[in-house]
């Protein structure tokens, strides 16, 4: 068995995993079962329809086996109710967010990212790699396989607020794009008496006879005499704890690029779709493609939020302006991020949101900071009537605290797509009124639209200038006298009047009002007060350091406020019904 299970490890193409099997069938006893227990399950594996999304439920599954080990490791705390306060306590990362590290580079972030390693490695066919998930979390029994990594519509997360996972069934929907699916697993925690053993399985989809069978399904095999995956015990050093899925031969549709190309590859997919993550990962290229001089190159993956916050290697202040808007929603709350990308760095910077997201749908909500779906750039261009940054805004809607009524109105199973209610018309609406209120919005678009027109004119003045002197050229030329004269080229910006930025004091001194004294408000409706300040912009997020009070309270309610940027805030509120 050791031997099949090196010659396991070492399998990365469909025929070596067929060449394991024949070998594995004929010196031990083998059978299979129908993965979820059922072999009407394809249906069910089948119901994604984006390898992309597929892979970021595996690695998220894999991000929960980091987090569940380390619950344990801190004795299983009962009174930590999200991943984002899990990270914040155990991994020491302020606000569970990643946006907040300074660098990337120390190393004890940099040893949290190689907890979790997904690598790209060759299989027979150059567009389909193979796709493996390596985690050095909690790990799973052999016997606990069909009820968690194997099952379909299991409930082993629900009640365990700390992890990501909730629908138990996202992961498996990436056993559709492949054959072959090697699963190992080895428990990091074990009973005082009981040896650690690693387990194994491998997944494949059975066609099925055409004659009796409507549909394939997938199966696993497992020892003939327990019915459970293949055990053998391993030290640390053959197998370390924690669980790997290899996915062989992975159709990931348009992601097979090199790895680290800034679009259609891994580094575009997992930087995508998970937005914002919790916790950093690794990724690795194997491929001949991906090898860099000969060797490996691994990279941390830290979110879009944080590449868009912080920049980093030649994303360096490539964002002109980020803001962050917390507000009620409901019975809970959403936070509105979003980015302006400059026009400095790039030839083409209209081509750079692509880096980011796709241009048609710049708008993402997440959910512990997992892509769940995105909205159109119609809401940009048409409903906020800001067509000159539509190509350089980025947003995000995070409802890591939405309510769970919203969360079931709005979240597929698969987190692929939101589901076309009453609640994401009322988010949408939600992120129109609270971005049209944005004046730095409307002043950069004014820019931009400023920059064009003034463009498109010394474009046209350039072109007058190059004639005239071809034409003098060309008449010094016949005449045989005079020098040659070269056209200049108009080199103008131009730049809308900001605010002078108001000077920090602590104590504060002043909060001044700045909306108009009289404001159309109508029932039921959101709208805004600005005003300025010289506290500390901390100071807003703090309940103890600032409230809002609304006289009489029957008129409306404060429901959240945007970040103070350069002593410049806005303070968001909803009329009520008098």
């Known amino acids: 068995m050791k031997k099949i299970f090196k010659q396991l490890l070492s399998s990365n193409t469909a025929k070596e995993v067929t060449d394991l099997l024949e070998n594995l069938i004929d010196k031990h006893n083998v059978t299979w079962t129908p993965v979820g227990g059922y072999r009407d399950n394809i249906a069910t594996i089948n119901i994604g329809t984006d390898p992309a999304a597929g892979l970021a439920e595996r690695i998220t599954n894999a991000i929960d086996a980091v987090i569940e080990l380390e619950w344990h490791k801190q004795g299983k705390p009962s009174d930590i109710n999200s991943p984002r306060t899990a990270a914040e306590n155990w991994f020491d990362l302020e606000g569970g967010k990643l946006r907040n590290i300074d660098n990337a580079s120390d190393k004890r972030i940099q040893e949290l990212a190689r ?54 069934q996202g992961g498996s929907t990436a056993l559709s794009y492949n054959n072959y699916t090697i699963i190992i697993s080895k428990p990091a925690l074990t009973e005082k008496k009981e ?61 097979t690029a ?21 916790i950093p990962v690794t990724i690795s290229g194997e491929r001949k493609k991906d090898l860099n001089a000969g060797k490996v190159e691994n990279r941390s993956i830290f979110g879009n939020n944080r590449r868009l916050t912080k920049g980093g290697g030649d994303e360096k202040n490539l964002t002109q302006y980020q803001q962050e808007v917390s507000l009620t929603f409901r019975d809970g709350k959403v936070v509105f991020y979003y980015w302006v990308l400059t026009l400095d760095g790039s030839d083409k910077p209209m081509d750079r949101i692509k880096n980011y997201c796709l241009p048609s749908q710049p708008v993402i909500i997440t959910f512990n900071g997992q892509k769940q779906g995105q909205l159109n750039n119609t809401i940009i261009k048409t409903d906020l009537k800001l067509p000159f940054i ?42 129109i009124d609270t971005l049209s209120e944005d004046d730095e919005l409307k002043r950069l678009d004014k820019e931009r639209k400023d920059r064009y027109l003034k463009k498109d004119e010394t474009e046209a003045l350039d072109k007058l200038r190059k004639r005239l002197a071809t034409r003098i050229n060309a008449y010094f030329k016949t005449s045989g006298g005079g020098t040659t004269v070269k056209a200049s080229e108009t080199k103008e910006s131009v730049k809308t009047k ?20 009289d404001k159309e408000v ?57």
């Not at 190309?261 to 919790?278: G, R």
């Not at 004091?505 to 009002?513: A, K």
């Not at 002593?567 to 009520?576: D, H, N, P, S």
Request: hydrophobic share 35%; proline share 5%.
């Open 115 to 168: 907890r979790i390693k997904i690598t790209l490695r060759d299989s027979e066919r150059e567009n389909y790699p193979t796709v493996e998930i390596r985690d050095h979390g909690i790990g799973i029994k052999g016997d606990e396989f069909s009820k968690t990594i194997l099952s379909l519509h299991g409930q082993n997360k629900i009640s365990k607020l700390f992890l990501m996972g909730a629908y138990g």
């Open 195 to 255: 040896k650690a053993s690693v387990s194994w399985t491998i997944v494949r989809i059975n066609p099925g006879n055409i004659n009796s069978d409507k549909l394939e399904w997938f199966e696993y095999c497992v020892d003939a005499s327990n019915g459970q995956p293949f055990n053998l015990e391993l030290v640390d050093e053959e197998f370390f704890p924690g669980t790997l899925v290899r996915h062989i031969g992975m159709d990931l549709g348009k992601y």
């Open 258 to 278: 090199k790895m680290t190309s800034p679009t259609s590859s891994l580094w575009y997919l997992v930087h995508h779709y998970l937005f914002d993550p919790v």
């Open 390 to 431: 539509e190509k350089y805004l980025v947003v995000q809607i995070e409802c890591d605290n939405l309510d769970n009524e919203s969360k079931r109105h709005l979240f597929s199973s698969t987190r692929e797509s939101l589901r076309d209610t009453s609640i994401l018309e009322e988010l949408k609406k939600l992120a």
């Open 498 to 517: 900001k605010q002078q930025p108001i000077p920090i004091n602590d104590p504060p001194t002043f909060l001044e009002i700045t909306s108009e004294d």
């Open 522 to 578: 109508y029932i039921g409706k959101s709208f805004s007060i600005k005003f300025k300040t010289d506290a500390h912009p901390s100071f807003f997020n703090n309940p103890d350091a600032f409230l809002a009070v609304i006289e009489p309270h029957s008129f409306g309610s404060f429901t959240g406020s945007a970040r103070v940027i350069d002593g410049f805030g806005i303070a968001f509120l909803k009329q009520g019904i008098m």
